[in-house]
């Protein structure tokens, strides 16, 4: 039995062939998805300008290590483009980058010895 590990997952993505209704709407609720927003969780944070150009979407995926990266990458892809369609929103290819939070190292400053060799 494996340990299950936790993956950061950034989408990315370009808005395509949105309506004047669906650029009136994202406008609208711009404010509750900017930069303060940002966050990575499960069920994943949009974010995105008043430009309306670009977007990304924030998750959280526990997954197997041996299903590693691509695997989380696939989910959380999956997962955007399910939001993304519920809502009617076009948009192009997606890219994701991911971190696997168990395996990330940590350089914690002042932790060197005091010594000199």
Do not use: C
């Amino acid at each position: 039995m494996s340990t299950r590990h936790t993956y950061r997952v950034i989408v990315r993505g370009t808005w395509e062939g949105l309506t004047e209704a669906d650029r009136e709407r994202l406008l609208a609720e711009a404010d509750r998805h900017g930069l303060a927003g940002m966050r990575f969780s499960e069920e994943g944070s949009l974010t995105y300008d008043a430009a309306l150009k670009h977007f990304s979407f924030r998750y959280v995926v526990l997954s197997d290590p041996e299903d590693g990266e691509e695997m989380a990458a696939a989910v959380a892809e999956d997962r955007a483009q399910t939001v993304l369609a519920g809502r009617g929103l076009g948009h192009g290819a997606l890219r994701s980058t991911v971190t696997d939070m168990d395996t990330m190292k940590i350089n914690r400053k002042g932790r060197r010895g005091s010594g000199a060799a």
